[in-house]
């Protein structure tokens, strides 16, 4: 059965507990838990953490604590029952420990280990006190390290600052707002300090002096470990002061025997001493512990002869030093003894042993040596601090070890009264002897005895060192052969003070033989007496003595013979009557001296004191005496303080009369002395001097009548000194006043007490009448009265001993209001009556009630008045905070209204104005007088603030009523109203109180809400109807508006515990704020239309709090303004707007979220439904909706660590809907400006520059003038647009998108020419040119496309289910493109399959991705069919203004025939549309629509072999014109693939397919296009033959093998087609037979017309694979008809597994998964333009080959055909060609099978290639390799070769042959780079141009067209003029075309020989004749040709000369076989 506990209420789980039973509450280890019930060994109860989840858990996992139960039942509270400051240790660690693990998580590693360490010494420290075995001293030690570890941690943390006193934690309800600003700011100073205590006196107007805290060295000598002396030995310990050069202390005694232990067995562990009363100055001192070590035995210590064995000497042996300040540190940190080790110095030469100590200090290391081991002294070291008292009560052992207290020569710095102290310390100085007739010095020993005055020796009277006890007889040691010796040891002879008197030292030499016998021979003696004759005492100083003679036999028994006789000099001096025949001769030529220095109490050495102390004794000299005493040292007085004090006014009861002004006079300069700060703390000897021993009872009535004569006197006198004297003395003389009364009274039991209280208030009227004079004219006076107003109030105590609280009040109120108000006096004096009043109201008087109600008027009136004037503004705040402190503790224990209510009508207005103007100069940083410097500003304001808050607490109801009713118009009340508003808004805005003193701004804010709702009511009351106030209700919002906005108030950012803390103690103030302003709202009435729409944007701040409660109440109003702006205006455009522009800038401050959206749309669309004005209503809560969902979207991006793409999509998606939706052209204008600063960050400056033209297309030429705007300057429309045009044509420069840059250049220059600015004019046609240069000049690179398709809820909403088309960075292929992807959406899945998505993708809660490249679809096709057009022209036209893309996939319909799998397959193409074309102000736009059509596999074959011719002929025209130089690999490779098709076997296929019977009848529309491809067919034949022809001149001698194979291989293939197309063999007899392969293929080696080139060129091998990636699918066993047509060239010699591999090549049909690179192979002429440049990239580029077993070859060319393991030898030879000169690629990231090999064919393709030489040269080469190019990766996309032909002698390098699109014009020709293997890597490749398929360059339509005038050539390779590459003669020479001739033979005979350089550049044909060049066949197909006739022209270069040759002319080309011969090999041997 539960039932509830009684006892067992609070506990702390010591075992997690999992819950894993039914109701179950799961604990942590050290969770908190509040026990509800008990049950059979369970409990039911909560977790203190999460307190709204009750559970069971087992009774023995709890430890319970006792705990205080209030309000028992359901709702009890429960406090445990500890130490506050455990429990707050406890909390704090709690919440440490989530923090201090999240800094490692940050890498704040320094902290972490900091905190770490701060988080143990707290657990340390709170075990401690827990224990419970800690003194009270120890406690509230341990507590000051646990709130300065508490304080650091929160401070570092970041946490709030804690606000406590003594150590524990303040509640802000029991004290005054200003004490817990002070709290905050000590707070904060002592986290700053550092944690070891400062002995500062810190003193406040009032307060008693506090006294120095003492300090004490603890010494022990643990051992004398290198004692190896073998004798005893006595070992002195002192603290010596290097900078004087003395001993500060007495020394400390310890006797070891020769064994090193204590002589004394009771000593063992006890030799300890405590060096005592060090000041905090001597802590500052250069001091050292300074150990003398005296051997007692041997005159010498290894000579045993020398003196009898039992004769003992004192010698000196050692010394050891070690200094204080070395060892300071460590031994304050710590509690207990430290151990030293100080190593002992023996002395080189005995006569300097006085000296040895400094000698060690100073390491003057001549003088001593140092010990042969580390051993020594071992001593251990203790600081203690305080006085004797408490160092006994807090070490209690260190007292029970008998410690040695050993005092510091002369006083410490109190002398407490009864502290009596008599001692001498005598120094033995110095000797010199005679020698005595002796030839070696003496060794002299000198004994001390004290006698009386009868002779006696005095017992007990000398003292060698504390430690031991006293002794009768001194020796001194002896230093051996020493007449002069230096002693240098301090005695102290603590002789009794009533023997002193009389007595007498005498000092006995005598020398110590070292003889037999030994004897101490008594040669002299000397003597001095301790009292001179006028009794003082011997002074403090060195005394030379005179010696005299004696001997052993002399008697001293009469010392009366010797006391007559003169001591010393000073004493000869004084007795010159000295009768000559005495016994003892002075010996003139010897001399002692001693130095002595007393310390007594009780014995002055003061002739003026003791007169003064002995008055009675010249009764005559009394006055004169009282006078002198003024220039008695200080040290002397205070030292003799209670007998001075009592001699005077014992004097002063003597002879009032006579004595009583004296007597006054000497007291005050005894008072006045005491201040002084070297005997501040003299003053408790006085005060317990007046409370104990003073005992003149009658003295008060002189000492009234005297200070009253002074004050009389003060108004006359001119100088005053001797007034100002008495006034500073006022204090102590009122103390002597009023005991003196109490003693009178006592003794006399109250008589004359009538006389007493008049004569006090005489006294009042005297000081009164001082204070009310004016003091402007003297300046003395001033002094005299700020001296009385200084000391005044330190008098209020003694007058509340014989006065009642009222009486003393009264006595205060009339001398305060005596003095003038502020007007009429200077600032000094300002300062010193606020300084007197503020120590007033601390004073005790102020404190009673009865007192303050009189007092209060008179100290506000003089405060009013100063803050009035704004003067003395921080000794006011003091004031005031004082008062309110004091209000505030009496308002817990009575009534304070009546004080409240004064303090309100005087001071809160002029508070308010004061805190107004501190605020506004603050904020200017002006220095209010009274401080210097922005700090002070900052806390004075945090003192006024206080202030204020601290009245505003204080007033309730009553007060807030009288002060409304007060006002005496509306003005004022409005002035009133508007002041406190103002101060509240900027408590606010200004962070007075900084971000961690959480405490104090919500008391802050508690006291402004509650301020508030008293305040409101008078708004509405006053303010509302008839007499309705905008500016005031207009601050009243604000007000509230910025109190709910407050970061403080923001909740939802603090931690649960944090949370529940505030809303317990305030609740949620927002919501208290809220109702308050929603009510003062409705109130408003018809004035709300006032408001529309200034207040729109403040309270849409307030509904994005995220405050459900808050939302809910304000989101109404905006209904409300709707509504009250349609009764108005019939609409609401205003709020419209309004909330529309605030909207932005608050949500991208990062307000709002989703649930805001919902409910913002919900609660509007609720209240609108009601209204006539609904659809309008609801059409624009719905599109705030929307633009809501927008920026936060946008806002998400852009906090996020988003990348650059999305953050742009979403400004694009925010930016069109400010245009298109709601057509706000400010905001729309301001996010162009955000879009565009993006994309130069990301650097896409062509699409910055796009952006920033939608700005300038808003603009018009025209003068209107416009405003400042973002961050343009007020200017003219034209000059702003000017300005953007200009920087938008910069962006377009540096995006390289000159096309783009150049019509804008045109308009700025039509307006400059239109106002004739010539300058600006010329520089801007300049800037054209250049553009036109760069475009012709530079290379740029064709970017690649990808569709990408964003699936599912998932992504932002401007993304959601929408596919975009997105441009590519340079150098990025598919493969990275859809890595970048994956990583902007790390949480996407790649989709595998180009399929469009179904439904359930679509609304899944995911994100998918699709993604592939698609192919550019030019608009522009009329620039690329021109033909004179360069390349580098046309590659911009090719991808860019692009809309359309393609994308191709292949499919089988129908069976597939398993034979031929060509008859079914088919292509499924594409077309997407979007929305803008690309570039444009994005990377990427969506796809507005998207087409799909079928390809037949009969229009699929047509395109494959069209695609392929163009790109043999491009291939046949670059080597004819010697662009690739001698390297003859390439056209090997292609040749191979063509003729030798091993995959797919060729056209031959294709035959299969189409050209059967059974296709023929089963398709009969497809004649035309079958017998298109039959022509076609013949046309390859024809190249290929022309090819072969090519290949036959250029072929190196060890490659003939293949080159004959390819022959062969030829004619098979001929004759295969020869049956399908009769006539075949009449195309090529050149090739029919195979006994002259060689001259028939050379026959036929014309070169190629430009226009072939051109068809060869754009789908060169080069382009391979940017062809077949675009075809080919990973998804799908086939590839697009693109690829068909490049395929034919690839190589193919691959097996069924490797088919495998290349129906994975990716694409841009393919998956986005796709492994392939994929990448643009649009190098636009990517030759480095110099030579210089060519090396550098050969070298660099070499490097980066990649070793053997990283290239997956075997991909491409499986496994290679070997002879016996060897390549066979034309491979051998095509790999020494190929090796030697090949140049890396530029791409370190692809394979070498990526970088060389085409996508390999699908199954589908027609490919054969090369069977042998490919697998080798894969295998073995490895690296067939592109030309140097900027960094980036050549994608599969190129096949890229790079031959040192190319690069061989750039002077023979014709110039570049950019690639050409076929139509219907003459082609000149065009340089080719000289280091690219084709036009090709410029060339465009069908990868961007928009698929070699569409027909766009297909032979079919690209017959050679009419030849017109060609323009002079100026396309010259990046800016080298074309001397660079061409000789002079070479400029002659044509590019000769290529004849595809029907009868070859005819060419032959036209040809002639021609001589030729080998090292020239160009093919070497010089044409001298205009001959025909040979003819080119005629198309097979005349159908489809629009001209047949003159349709290839032929340029001549002649310089700038051009001649057309026509069609029929014949041209002779390079020379007989012979001549064709030597050039290729001269080619091959320079390739070597």
Not at 423 to 437: I, N, S
Not at 446 to 464: F, P, Q, R, W
Not at 725 to 740: D, G, H, P
Request: proline share 5%.
């Amino acid at each position: 059965m539960w039932s509830p506990t009684e006892e067992e209420k609070y506990g702390v789980v010591i075992c997690s507990f999992r819950g894993a039973v039914p109701q179950g509450l799961v604990l942590e280890l050290g969770e908190t838990v509040q026990i509800l019930e008990k049950c059979e060994g369970w409990y039911r109860g909560v977790s203190i953490k999460k307190p709204n989840v009750k559970g069971i858990f087992p009774a023995n996992y709890i430890h319970l604590k006792k705990a205080i139960v209030s309000n028992r039942g359901q709702y009890e509270t429960v406090v445990p029952l500890e130490d506050s400051v455990v429990t707050e240790v406890t909390a704090t660690l709690q919440e440490w420990a989530v923090l201090w693990k999240q800094l490692y998580v940050k890498h704040k590693v320094d902290l972490f280990y900091k905190l770490r360490h701060v988080m143990n010494e707290l657990i340390d420290l709170r075990r401690q006190l827990l224990s419970g075995h800690l003194t009270q001293d120890q406690v509230r030690e341990v507590k000051r390290h646990l709130t300065v570890r508490l304080d650091w941690g929160n401070e570092h943390l970041g946490l709030d600052l804690v606000p406590r006193k003594d150590f524990e934690v303040v509640d802000s309800d029991q004290i005054s707002v200003s004490d817990l600003y002070k709290m905050h700011l000590s707070s904060r100073h002592s986290v700053q300090q550092s944690t070891s205590q400062v002995d500062t006196i810190r003193q406040r107007h009032g307060d008693a002096c506090r006294m120095p805290v003492p300090h004490h060295f603890f010494l022990s000598l643990k051992s004398f470990t290198y004692n190896t002396i073998g004798e005893d030995t006595d070992v002195f310990f002192s603290l010596y002061d290097v900078r004087e050069g003395k001993q500060i202390s007495e020394r400390f005694m310890v006797r070891l025997n020769k064994n090193g232990g204590p002589r004394n067995p009771e000593k063992i562990d006890r030799m300890c001493a405590l060096f005592t009363d060090l000041s905090s100055k001597d802590m500052k001192r250069d001091l050292y512990i300074v150990a003398h070590v005296i051997r007692i035995g041997r005159m010498l210590l290894n000579d045993s002869k020398k003196g009898p064995p039992h004769l003992h000497y004192r010698r000196p042996y050692g010394c050891a030093v070690l200094s204080i300040m070395d060892v300071l540190q460590s031994i304050s940190e710590i509690k207990e003894e430290k151990d030293f080790v100080l190593k002992v110095y023996t002395c080189n030469n005995e006569n300097e042993w006085c000296q040895i100590h400094e000698n060690i200090i100073r390491k003057s290391s001549t003088k001593y040596t140092a010990p042969s081991s580390n051993y020594g002294l071992i001593i251990s070291l203790q600081l203690l601090r305080g006085d004797m008292e408490q160092v006994r009560r807090e070490n209690p052992m260190i007292f029970n070890r008998g410690v040695s207290v050993t005092r510091k020569l002369g006083f410490p710095d109190v002398i407490m009264p009864g502290d009596i102290r008599n001692d001498l310390y005598l120094t033995l100085e110095k000797g010199d002897f005679e020698r005595g007739g002796k030839s070696v010095q003496k060794n002299i020993e000198v004994t001390m005895y004290v006698l009386y005055a009868d002779g006696e020796i005095l017992k007990d009277c000398i003292s060698l060192g504390s430690g031991e006890p006293s002794r009768s007889a001194y020796h001194s040691f002896v230093l051996y052969h020493n007449n002069s010796p230096r002693w240098g040891e301090i005695i102290k002879l603590p002789i009794p003070i009533d023997r002193f008197r009389g007595s007498h030292l005498r000092f006995e030499f005598r020398h110590c033989s070292t003889k037999d016998k030994g004897e101490k021979k008594l040669f002299g003696f000397a003597f001095t007496p301790l009292m001179r004759d006028d009794g003082t005492t011997l002074s403090d100083d060195i005394h030379e003595l005179y010696v005299y003679k004696c001997d052993e036999n002399s008697t001293f028994n009469n010392h009366a013979l010797y006391l007559g006789l003169p001591c010393c000099k000073e004493d000869y001096n004084g007795c010159p009557n000295i009768p000559s025949s005495l016994i003892f001769q002075r010996s003139t030529k010897e001399s002692f001296s001693v130095s002595t220095q007393l310390s007594s109490t009780k014995l002055t050495q003061n002739v003026d004191l003791l007169a003064l102390l002995k008055w009675k004794a010249y009764p005559d000299r009394v006055m004169d005496i009282l006078g002198r005493l003024r220039h008695v040292s200080g040290e002397e007085i205070v030292k003799f303080l209670q007998d001075i004090l009592d001699t005077l006014f014992v004097v002063l009861d003597d002879n009032t009369e006579k004595y009583g002004l004296l007597v006054f006079q000497s007291l005050v300069f005894i008072i006045n002395l005491l201040r002084d700060s070297k005997y501040f703390h003299f003053r408790p000897v006085m005060d317990t001097y007046i409370q104990k021993h003073f005992a003149g009872a009658l003295a008060y009535k002189e000492l009234i009548r005297c200070l009253k004569w002074y004050m009389d006197r003060s108004a006359e006198l001119v100088r005053q000194d001797h007034i100002q004297e008495a006034m500073r003395a006022l204090e102590y003389l009122f103390k002597f006043i009023v005991q003196s009364r109490i003693l009178y009274s006592r003794a006399t039991c109250g008589m004359e007490e009538e006389q007493f209280r008049s004569s006090i208030q005489e006294l009042f009227q005297s000081i009164r009448f001082v204070l009310s004079l004016d003091s402007r004219s003297s300046e003395t006076l001033i002094f005299t009265q700020a001296a009385l107003l200084n000391s005044f109030p330190a008098i209020f105590d003694e007058l509340l001993q014989m006065f009642t609280v009222q009486e003393v009040a009264e006595f205060v109120r009339g001398t305060l209001g005596s003095m003038p108000s502020t007007v009429h006096i200077g600032q000094s004096m300002d300062v010193v009556k606020l300084q007197s009043i503020a120590r007033t109201v601390d004073s005790r008087l102020f404190s009673f009630s009865e007192s303050r109600r009189i007092l209060l008027p008179v100290v506000l009136h003089h405060i009013h008045l100063h803050l009035r004037q704004q003067k003395e503004l921080l000794i006011c705040s003091g004031i005031l905070s004082s008062i309110f402190s004091i209000i505030k503790t009496s308002s817990l224990e009575g009534d304070v209204v009546e004080e409240v209510e004064m303090m309100v009508e005087s001071l809160l207005d002029v508070l308010l104005q004061t805190l107004l103007t501190i605020m506004s100069k603050s904020q200017s940083q002006e220095a209010v007088r009274g401080q210097r410097c922005p700090q002070c500003t900052a806390e004075i304001t945090g003192e006024y603030v206080s202030c204020l808050l601290s009245l505003l607490r204080q007033m309730s109801d009553t007060h807030f009523q009288h002060l409304l009713d007060n006002f005496q118009s509306k003005d004022e009340l409005k002035e009133f109203l508007l002041k406190i508003f103002c101060v509240f808004r900027n408590l606010m805005k200004m962070s007075v109180f900084p971000r961690d003193w959480m405490v104090m701004r919500l008391l802050t804010s508690n006291i402004i809400v509650t301020t508030v709702q008293y305040l409101s009511s008078a708004l509405h009351k006053n303010f509302t109807e008839t007499d309705f106030d905008f500016k005031v209700w207009n601050s009243y919002f604000s007000l509230a508006v910025l109190f709910i906005n407050q970061p403080s108030l923001q909740l939802e950012n603090a931690t649960p515990a944090k949370r529940k803390k505030i809303l317990d103690k305030y609740g949620d103030m927002r919501v208290m704020m809220a109702y308050e302003l929603f009510s003062m709202w409705q109130n408003l009435g018809e004035h709300k239309i006032h408001f529309i729409p200034g207040m729109i944007g403040p309270f849409l701040g307030v509904t994005l709090v995220p405050q459900p409660e808050v939302r809910n109440i304000m989101i109404p109003i905006f209904h409300d303004m709707m509504d009250w702006e349609q009764r108005k205006n019939g609409n609401f455009k205003q709020v419209e707007a309004e909330l529309i522009d605030k909207l932005d800038s608050l949500v991208s401050e990062g307000k709002g979220d989703e649930n805001y959206r919902e409910l913002f749309s919900l609660l509007l669309l609720e209240k609108i439904e009601q209204e006539t004005w609904r659809e309008t209503g609801i059409s624009f809560v719905t599109s705030v909706t929307r633009l809501m969902e927008r920026l936060l979207d946008y806002r998400d991006c852009m906090k996020g660590d988003e990348t650059e793409n999305k953050k742009i999509g979403c400004t694009v998606n925010l930016m069109n809907f400010y245009k298109s939706e709601i057509n706000k052209e400010e905001m729309y204008i301001r996010y162009i400006h955000k879009l565009c600063d993006m994309h130069l960050q990301a650097e896409n400056y062509t699409e910055a520059a796009f952006t920033l033209l939608l700005y300038c297309e808003l603009l018009q030429w025209e003068d209107r003038p416009l405003r400042e705007f973002l961050h343009y300057p007020s200017q003219s429309e034209w000059q702003r647009k000017e300005g953007l045009c200009r920087k938008i044509i910069h962006y377009f420069n540096k995006g390289k998108s000159w096309e783009f840059g150049i019509p804008l250049c045109r308009e700025l220059a039509m307006q400059y020419e239109s106002l004739y600015d010539y300058q600006s004019l010329s520089w801007i046609r300049k800037m054209e040119a250049t553009y036109y240069d760069n475009i012709m000049e530079q290379q740029r690179l064709e970017p690649e496309f990808f569709r990408v398709g964003f699936y599912g809820r998932k992504f932002p909403f401007f993304l959601r289910n929408k596919e975009y088309v997105c441009r590519g960075h340079d150098y990025e292929r598919l493969e990275a493109f859809q890595q970048r992807m994956l990583s902007e959406f790390p949480q996407a899945i790649a989709m595998q399959h180009p399929n469009h998505p179904d439904d359930s993708i679509l609304q899944c809660d995911a994100q998918y991705l699709q993604i592939y490249a698609v192919t550019p679809i030019p608009d522009n096709i009329d620039v690329l069919q021109m033909d004179r057009v360069p390349d580098r022209i046309k590659s911009f036209y090719r991808v860019n203004n692009i809309r359309k893309f393609r994308y191709d996939r292949p499919f089988h319909k129908g069976p597939k025939d398993k034979d031929n799998e060509f008859k079914s397959l088919w292509i499924e193409r594409t077309t997407l549309t979007l929305t803008h074309s690309l570039p444009g102000i994005s990377r990427w736009f969506e796809v507005e629509r998207r087409e799909l059509v079928e390809v037949s596999p009969l229009e699929n074959a047509i395109q494959v072999v069209e695609n392929k011719n163009q790109e043999l002929r491009t291939l046949i025209s670059q080597y004819q014109h010697k662009q690739m130089h001698g390297n003859i690999n390439l056209l090997s490779m292609c040749l191979n693939g063509v003729i030798d098709a091993a995959v797919n076997g060729g056209i031959a296929r294709y035959q299969e397919a189409f050209f059967d019977k059974d296709y023929i009848t089963k398709h009969p529309g497809d004649a035309e296009k079958i017998t298109q491809l039959k022509e076609l067919m013949q046309e390859q034949v024809h190249v290929l033959g022309v090819g072969l022809a090519v290949h036959e001149k250029f072929v190196h001698p060890e490659m003939r093998p293949l080159h004959k194979k390819l022959i062969d291989q030829f004619q098979m293939m001929r004759s295969s087609l020869y049956h399908e197309l009769p006539g075949l063999d009449k195309l090529s007899p050149a090739c029919s037979g195979s006994s002259t392969p060689r001259s028939n293929v050379l026959v036929s080696h014309g070169p190629m017309s430009p226009e072939s080139i051109k068809l060869l060129h754009r789908h060169s091998p080069l382009n391979l694979l940017g062809s077949v990636r675009h075809s080919s699918s990973s998804l799908s066993s086939h590839t697009s008809s693109e690829t068909g047509n490049l395929v034919i060239l690839t190589d193919s010699s691959v097996g069924e597994a490797a088919e495998e591999m290349y129906h994975m090549q990716a694409s841009p049909s393919t998956s986005s998964l796709s492994s392939t690179h994929s990448a643009p192979s649009q190098m636009i002429n990517s030759a480095p333009s110099s030579a210089r440049d060519k090396y550098r990239h050969t070298r660099e580029l070499m490097m980066l080959l990649p070793t053997h077993r990283d290239r997956p070859s075997s991909a491409m060319y499986p496994a290679a055909i070997m002879e016996n393991g060897q390549p066979p030898n034309f491979q051998r030879a095509l790999m020494q060609q190929m090796i030697g000169p090949c140049k890396p690629c530029s791409d370190p990231n692809l394979s070498v099978a990526e970088k060389a090999v085409p996508a390999a064919p699908s199954s589908w393709s027609l490919d054969s290639g090369t069977r042998e030489a490919l697998p080798f040269l894969s295998a073995h080469a490895g690296s067939i390799l592109a030309p140097p190019v900027p960094p980036r990766s050549l994608p599969h996309g190129h096949y890229s070769l790079h031959f040192d032909a190319f690069h061989h002698q750039l002077s023979d390098a014709p110039p570049a042959l950019p690639a050409r699109t076929l139509r219907k014009s003459p082609l000149h020709p065009i340089p080719a780079s000289p280091t690219s293997p084709q036009s090709g890597l410029d060339g465009s490749n069908s990868t961007l141009s928009g698929s070699a398929s569409s027909g766009v360059s297909s032979l079919s339509e690209s017959n050679f067209g009419h030849s017109s005038e060609p323009p002079p050539r100026t396309d010259t390779m990046d800016s080298v003029p074309s001397q660079a590459w061409n000789t002079d003669e070479d400029l002659e020479t044509p590019y000769l075309p290529v004849r595809y001739s029907l009868s070859e033979p005819d060419v032959l005979e036209t040809l002639k020989s021609q001589p030729c350089r080998s090292h020239s550049a160009p093919s070497g044909v010089i044409p001298q004749d205009t001959l025909d060049p040979p003819a080119l066949p005629p198309k097979p197909y005349h159908s489809r040709l629009p001209n047949i006739e003159n349709e290839e022209g032929m340029i001549i270069e002649d310089d700038d000369k051009h001649r057309q040759l026509h069609r029929k002319v014949s041209q002779p080309v390079s020379g007989g076989k012979e001549e064709q011969a030597r050039v290729a090999w001269e080619h091959g041997i320079s390739e070597q």
